[in-house]
Structures are given as C-alpha cells and as structure tokens.
C-alpha cells in the first residue's frame, strides 16, 4: 500500500517496498555508484599489482573486486525484487563480507611481520572469529534487511581500524600510512552504523509508518553511508599503491617459510709438504 509523504513543499507518492521493486531510488543509486567506484579501483589495482607482484595487492584487488560485486548484485536486487530475502541478497551479502574479510586478512598478514607471537595468536583468533560470524549472521538472514550486515561491516571496519593503528605504533615509523588506512576504514564503519541506525526508520521498514520517524526521503541514510564509503575506496586505492602494505602470511601447514639454505663449508686445507731431507756433505 502506498503511502504520502511531504517533502520540502511537495507531497510525494511512496510505494510499497513489499510490493513494488526499487521503491527506495535513492538506496538503488547509491549502490550502484559504491559498486562501480570498486569496481573502477580494482581495476586501476590490478594494473599497479601485476608489475610488483606483492601478496598485500592480491588482498586488496579482492576486496575491491568481489566487494564491487556483492554491492552491484544488492543493488540490482533492490531494483528488480521486493523488500525482503531473496538468493540475490544473499549472495550479495556473503560477497560484502567476503570483501571486508579480504581486507582484514591483509591487516593481520601485516601484523604477523610486527606484532609479538602472543598478540599474532589473539589477532588470528579474532579474525577468524569475525569473519565466520559475519558469514553465519547474513547467510542464516539476521535481522531486517541490512541493518545486521551493516552491523557486520561496522564490527569488521572497526578491526580494521584496530589493527592497521597497532600497525602504525609497532613499526616505530615516521611513515602515516597505516595511520591513514585506519582512518580510511573508521570513516567507513561510521557511514555503515549510521545505515544500521536508521534503517528501520528511512529502510524498507519505515514504510509501515509511512516513514514519519525519517528526517528525509526513504533510503536518504545510504546517501550519507556512500559520501564517506567512496572517499574511503578510492583513498585506500591510492595509499596501497603509493604506499603497499608488508604483508606476511603466517607460518603454518603449506603457508611455512622453506628454511635458508645451509652455507657450503669451506674446503680442507692441503695438507703440508714435507721438506726433502738433505744431509750435511751432500751432493
């Protein structure tokens, strides 16, 4: 059932997200553009890695390249089907935290090279935690909508923060460039907590009350999610190809270091010659 709205002078006609695909415009909008910002920045990533060949690009390629999926298979989902759980969202789901994960992963391949074994031990840990959950909450549809994956990528943003200023204190370096990766990934864990916060006002669930409760148009908090999501893209893309990560995979199963190989030991001396014994009166 559509519902009416006054906006600014004018009344607008919302229709009913369960019932007629891409009603919100502006959410469809602002996936799509988040979508081929990572998708450009993947691109302009597998250009710079292929020439250095660093383990740091392949994380960050993929998390620029299956994040630009999940966001434009979402995105194509809120413009062709009705609010609610659909394979398509799922999938997309899964993809934005497999992204987010990749991202992660890269932060404590970094820390494995700095951090002491107790603290890589609790890095690991807390990863693999993190991500499990993340994957468990959006395929097993926690929650309305996206207001639990949002919930994911905020807790996932914030390790990355985490781990990216541990990096920064542990290198012991006048360098900020892990400095300002972490405030790349804080600005955008705070634009996702802000669609999770106002999701069941401005979301699909604010039409029940005709979304009276939202400052503006329905979906308008994903327009204050993508400003700070797309300046966080592209500046993440420019440090790690200015400034690569050092990343380090850790040392177990088929991930161990082959050991150096051993020095050759030096040859034996010759052993000495005797002298000729020569007698006095001799010829």
């Not at 891409?22 to 990572?38: P, R």
Request: proline residues 7%; contains cysteine.
């Amino acid at each position: 059932m559509e519902c009416q709205k006054k906006l600014l002078a004018d009344l607008a006609i919302i229709q009913d997200p369960e019932t007629t695909p891409g009603s919100h415009h502006t959410e469809v909008l602002s996936l799509y553009i988040l979508a081929g910002t990572m998708l450009l920045s993947s691109i302009i990533m597998l250009t710079k890695s292929l020439g250095r060949r660093m383990l740091s690009d392949i994380f960050f390629l993929v998390f620029f390249f299956v994040g630009a999926l999940g966001f434009g298979l979402l995105g194509f989902a809120s413009q062709v089907y009705v609010a609610g759980e659909n394979w398509a969202v799922i999938l997309a789901k899964i993809l934005i935290t497999l992204s987010l994960a990749s991202l992660l992963l890269n932060n404590c391949c970094v820390l494995e090279d700095l951090a002491p074994f107790r603290f890589r031990t609790v890095i690991w840990v807390s990863f693999f935690f993190q991500s499990s959950v993340s994957l468990l909450g959006v395929a097993a549809q926690l929650g309305k909508h996206l207001q639990s994956t949002m919930l994911f990528m905020t807790m996932m943003s914030v390790s990355c923060t985490f781990t990216w200023s541990v990096a920064h204190y542990l290198k012991k370096s006048n360098a900020q460039e892990h400095c300002l990766k972490a405030f790349c990934s804080f600005l955008a864990a705070a634009g996702s907590l802000t669609v999770a916060i106002l999701e069941p006002t401005c979301g699909y669930a604010g039409h029940k009350k005709c979304y009276t409760d939202c400052f503006g148009v329905p979906g308008v908090h994903f327009l204050i999610w993508v400003v700070p999501s797309i300046g966080s893209v592209l500046f993440l893309n420019f440090l790690q190809m200015c400034c690569p990560d050092q990343a380090m995979l850790p040392p177990i199963l088929c991930w161990k270091p082959k050991p150096p190989p051993e020095p050759e030991a030096p040859p034996a001396p010759l052993p000495p010659v005797p002298e000729p014994d020569v007698k006095d009166g001799s010829v």
